[in-house]
Every structure is written in C-alpha cells, then in structure tokens.
C-alpha cells in the first residue's frame, strides 16, 4: 500500500474530511513553529545582548502565547486523527459486511472465513496507527517540510541547501528500509490469520478431536504456529528498531552539518547571530516530520496490511452487477407468478466444467424437484440461479427479468442452516423490517416445524436445535420471506435431507400449499418422497472424470 491510497476516497468519505483537516492543521501548525522559532531567537538574542527583562516582557509573553497555540494545535490533530480513523473504520466494516451478501457463497467458498473475519475485525482495528500516527505525519512532512525549507533559504541560502541536498537521504532509506519490511509484515499478518482459523477449527471441532484422541497433536500444531508469529513479530521489531536508528542518525548528522556551517560563519562574522539562531532551530524541524513518518510506518504496517484484504473485497464486490429493484408488493401476494427459464447454463470452477450447457424450463406456480446424484451440479445450478457464481448462458425469471434484481423474487434456503444466535422467531424473520409473530407461526406450519417454540432460544449457528430442526427452521425462514415480502420463487436445497418420513410429508404438504397458491418451487433432492410429491422432475447426470 502506498503511502496514500486513493481508494481510502472511494470506499471511507470520512477520509476526505480527514484529509482536509490535517491540512489546514498542519499548515497552522507549520506556521506556528516558524514564529516560535523566530520568537524564540529573538527573545536569545535579546539575553545575550543584555536587553533588561521589563523590555522583554512583551516577546517573552507572545513566545509563550505561540507556544500555547502550538500545543492546543498539536492536540486538535491528534483528537481529529483518533476521530477520524473510529469513523474510517466503522465506514469500511460496514462496506464490507455489506459486500459480502453481494459476492454471496460462490465467492465466500473457495476462501478462509476466519481470515476474512479478522480482516474486518482486528486488522481494520489496526488501522488507528495507520490513522492517528503515520498519515497525519506523511501529510505534515507534504505541508511543513517545503514551507520549512523555503523560510531557510530566504534566511540563509547556505543552510537551507545543505537542508535541501540531505533531505533526500531519509526517503531514500525509508524506500529500501520498507522493502525489506514489507515481506516480513506481510509474513506476520498471514501467519497471524493462519492461527485465528486454525485456533476456530480446534474449537468447532474439539468434541471430535477428543473422541479420536487428537487434541494433544493439535495443541502442537497451535503452539508451532504460534511460535512463528512470536518469531515475525520480533523480526519486525528487529527491523523497526534498526531502521529507526538509521533514520535518527541521518537526520541527526544533517542537523549538525547544518550547525557545523551556522557555527563556523558565526565565528567569523559571515552570519547575524539572530538569523544563525532561527536557522538553527528550524533545521530540525525540516527533518522531524519525514523521520516520524519512518518510524511510524512500523506501527502502521497492520493497518496497511488489512486495508489491501479489505480493499481486494471491496473491489471483487463493486465487479458484481446489481440490478434496479422494485419494491415488494405486500405480504403474501406473489409480485406475479414467474416461471423460470435456463438455457446452456454453463459453470467453470477453476477452469473445469461443472454444470456444462443445461437448459430446462420451470413452469410458474409449480412444484419443481431438481434431481440428480451427489456431485451432478444440483447445488451449483442453484448457485447459478442466486447469482452466487458466474455463468454463461442466459438465466430468465418471469417475462420482466431484465428489469429487477432476482435475488428480490427469489427466498432460499441452502443446505447449511446459517443460524443466528438469538430466538427460533428472530431467525424465522430474519430481515423483516417488521416482524410478524402470526406469520412467523404460519411459516413454521408449513415448514412442518409446529414443534418448535418461537420463543426458544437459539444458540451461535443453531447450538441446541437437532439437525432437523435446524433446517426446518431455515426453510420457515425462506418461506416467511415469501410470505413477507411477496416473492414468487422459492428455492430450497435438500430441505428434507435430516427429516423422518412423517415430517418430511408435512413439509412437502406446505411446499405444496404454496405452488397450488401462485408460487414457483423448485426443490432440489433425490429423495423418493420429494420425486413423488413432485409436479415435474429435472434430472442431472453425474459428471465423469477423466
């Protein structure tokens, strides 16, 4: 990541209010170091010279009024850059739990999910040393260095070359030292990722873990994980360390050459005592911003790091093309009875063919099974359907599918429950702006879930439901949204996989309720219940490999 990065502009607005904050603060501030400076000269010069103290009242008092300035000045920026980065955060988490509906499963499959997750959690926390320390500096060294620069040469031409001529050492290192440090960070936060998913995959499976007798290799594999990212942190540190003194030592041998020429011209009369003063003092604050950007970029390199994932989501979600939507049409009411269409639906994972040219027509207010074998590309043609992964061909809902969004017209519910932690009829209504406790209980009838209490409680991705009741509960939620919001189409994958043969009766009983009153079912499943129950079947063969 640059020391800037446009798309900061694009995807947090806040960083423009940011942006033109730390300029104007740092342009004050630049100017109160210049009269502080000056004022401060003065105020010696007088000293030397002898000057009473009553005389010098007036700039000893304005020396302390610039000072004071400087400092309230100094704590403005700091509170706007804390400020700023909460609100650049809270922006950018926001922008990416948003996107991640958008890329939808077909994107969110082939990637690490807990990576993902610290992405949006600790990485994006990190940006608060990217925010409040390392750009703040990078715009003061833009503002305040040229300006500091410039007053030297109008007060002493020589200086202010010398100034000039070494100035360019500091970024020249800072590039090579960055180069050096951005395979190691990078290494670091990786590393760092890998032991949030591996510490999760412990958890989630520990139960079984414990059955096979496995737990104890798994703590070996956490603690050798941990133990290289001890190791790339403290390579960072070794490295922030030594280019920090690197960095000190060049600023610090400019500021004395600079002091070196100041003295000798002093001493032989070739410079005012006040103008070798000012210069003095300001020559360090030539080099101070751009040596803190250098030794801030240390503190930043996480925040840097997270902003290219987060970044990189964001993109993959602005490549996705939403359609214009249309408001719902009230609860209950199909928006109109859509049939759906397919025509040589094609789907590439990694360059090999899943579903290869399928076509098939879905009649309109019907009970559809999608048939096939495990691995015959039912789920994928499901996918496609959502517009969860790419495809080519042509896809059509209804006579006016070019003119709204399909995910509008379509509930579904997939194989994985993806429930919430919460009760059985906050799920049910997950999304309603206005939850509706009587079409909660009518959708879990026809999700042959009369079983289930609303009220009971859920735990984090359905802990304390069984198997079965899980998925009735997400069918009850796909059918709730049909019921809420009228969408014609509801699409379901393997809904009964988990059930007894009496309830999956009841549940194609509702499934059934719901074609006969308008709605377009398509179900996928080879169970000889589901088949039966159906008004038409679509068979897919299985692939064969090569």
Same mark, same amino acid.
């Given at each position: 990541?640059?020391?800037?990065?446009?798309?900061? %502009?694009?995807?947090?607005?806040? &960083?423009?209010?940011?942006?033109?904050?730390?300029?104007?603060?740092?342009?004050?501030?630049?100017?109160?170091?210049?009269?502080?400076?000056? %004022?401060?000269?003065?105020?010696?010069?007088?000293?030397?010279?002898?000057t009473p103290l009553h005389a010098a009242w007036g700039w000893i008092g304005a020396l302390a009024g610039v000072g004071i300035a400087r400092a309230a000045i100094v704590w403005l920026a700091d509170v706007g850059s804390m400020r700023g980065a909460a609100i650049v955060k809270s922006q950018l988490r926001r922008?990416?739990?948003?996107? %991640?509906?958008? =890329? +939808?499963?077909?994107?969110?499959?082939?990637?690490?999910?807990?990576?993902?997750?610290?992405? $949006?959690?600790?990485?994006?926390?990190?940006?608060? +040393?990217?925010?409040?320390? /390392?750009?703040?500096?990078?715009i003061l060294t833009a503002v305040a260095t040229p300006i500091v620069v410039a007053v030297m040469l109008l007060q002493?031409?020589? &200086?202010?070359? $010398?100034?000039?001529?070494?100035?360019?050492?500091?970024?020249?290192?800072?590039?090579?030292?960055?180069?050096?440090?951005?395979?190691?960070?990078r290494k670091q936060w990786r590393n760092l990722t890998l032991l949030s998913s591996r510490f999760l995959d412990v958890v989630n499976g520990l139960a079984t873990l414990k059955i096979f007798g496995r737990e104890h290799r798994q703590?070996?594999?956490?603690?050798?994980?941990?133990?290289?990212?001890?190791?790339?942190?403290?390579?960072?540190?070794?490295? !922030?360390?030594? &280019?920090?003194?690197?960095?000190?030592?060049?600023? !610090?041998?400019?500021?004395?050459?600079?002091?070196?020429?100041?003295?000798?011209?002093?001493?032989?009369?070739?410079?005012?005592?006040?103008?070798?003063? /000012?210069?003095? =003092?300001?020559?360090?604050?030539?080099?101070?911003?751009?040596?803190?950007?250098?030794a801030n970029y240390h503190a930043a390199a996480d925040g840097i790091a997270a902003?290219?994932?987060?970044? $990189?989501?964001?993109?993959?979600?602005?490549?996705?093309?939403?359609?214009?939507?249309?408001?719902?049409? +009230?609860?209950?009411?199909?928006a109109a009875r859509a049939g759906i269409r397919l025509s040589d639906v094609t789907v590439d994972y990694n360059d090999e063919p899943v579903v290869h040219s399928f076509s098939a027509e879905i009649a309109s207010g019907s009970l559809t099974v999608?048939?096939?074998?495990?691995? &015959?590309?039912?789920?994928?043609?499901?996918?496609?359907?959502?517009?969860?992964?790419?495809?080519?061909?042509?896809?059509?809902?209804?006579?006016?599918?070019?003119?709204?969004?399909?995910?509008?017209?379509?509930?579904?519910?997939?194989? +994985?429950?993806g429930l919430l932690e919460g009760t059985i009829a906050s799920n049910v209504s997950l999304g309603a702006a206005h939850p509706d406790r009587a079409l909660v209980e009518r959708a879990l009838a026809l999700a042959a879930a009369t079983d289930l209490r609303p009220d009971s409680p859920v735990s984090v991705i359905g802990s304390g439901l069984s198997g079965g009741q899980a998925d009735r509960v997400a069918v009850a939620r *796909?059918?709730?949204r049909c019921l809420d919001s009228g969408c014609p189409v509801l699409v379901l994958d393997e809904p009964s996989a988990a059930l007894d043969a009496r309830t999956e009766l009841a =549940?194609?009983?509702?499934?059934?309720?719901? *074609?006969?009153?308008?709605?377009?079912?398509?179900? *996928?499943?080879?169970?000889? *219940?589901?088949? $039966?129950?159906?008004?038409?079947?679509?068979?897919?063969?299985?692939?064969?490999?090569?």
């Open positions: 990541m640059r020391p800037f990065d446009s798309r900061l %502009l694009r995807y947090a607005t806040a &960083s423009r209010r940011f942006l033109a904050l730390s300029g104007a603060l740092g342009v004050l501030r630049t100017a109160a170091t210049i009269v502080f400076c000056w %004022l401060l000269s003065r105020v010696l010069v007088d000293a030397i010279h002898g922008r990416v739990v948003s996107s %991640l509906p958008r =890329l +939808g499963p077909g994107w969110l499959a082939p990637r690490n999910r807990v990576e993902i997750a610290t992405t $949006a959690g600790l990485g994006l926390e990190a940006l608060d +040393g990217y925010f409040s320390l /390392f750009l703040p500096q990078v002493d031409p020589t &200086s202010g070359i $010398a100034v000039a001529v070494t100035l360019p050492l500091i970024p020249v290192f800072m590039v090579l030292i960055g180069r050096a440090t951005q395979s190691v960070q703590r070996s594999r956490i603690a050798a994980i941990t133990e290289q990212y001890r190791a790339e942190t403290m390579r960072v540190l070794r490295i !922030s360390f030594l &280019s920090g003194f690197a960095l000190e030592l060049i600023g !610090s041998l400019s500021v004395a050459l600079v002091a070196v020429s100041v003295g000798l011209r002093l001493v032989n009369g070739d410079l005012g005592l006040g103008v070798g003063l /000012f210069v003095l =003092l300001l020559a360090p604050e030539a080099f101070l911003p751009i040596r803190q950007v250098g902003a290219e994932d987060v970044f $990189a989501i964001l993109e993959a979600a602005d490549a996705v093309t939403v359609a214009e939507t249309d408001p719902p049409t +009230g609860p209950d009411v199909p999608l048939a096939g074998p495990s691995g &015959s590309g039912k789920s994928t043609i499901i996918a496609a359907l959502l517009g969860f992964v790419p495809y080519t061909g042509s896809i059509e809902i209804g006579a006016d599918d070019a003119a709204r969004n399909r995910l509008d017209r379509i509930a579904w519910a997939g194989q +994985g429950a *796909a059918i709730y =549940l194609l009983a509702g499934l059934r309720s719901l *074609a006969d009153g308008g709605r377009t079912v398509l179900v *996928a499943s080879h169970r000889p *219940a589901v088949l $039966a129950a159906a008004d038409s079947v679509i068979r897919m063969e299985a692939r064969v490999h090569a």
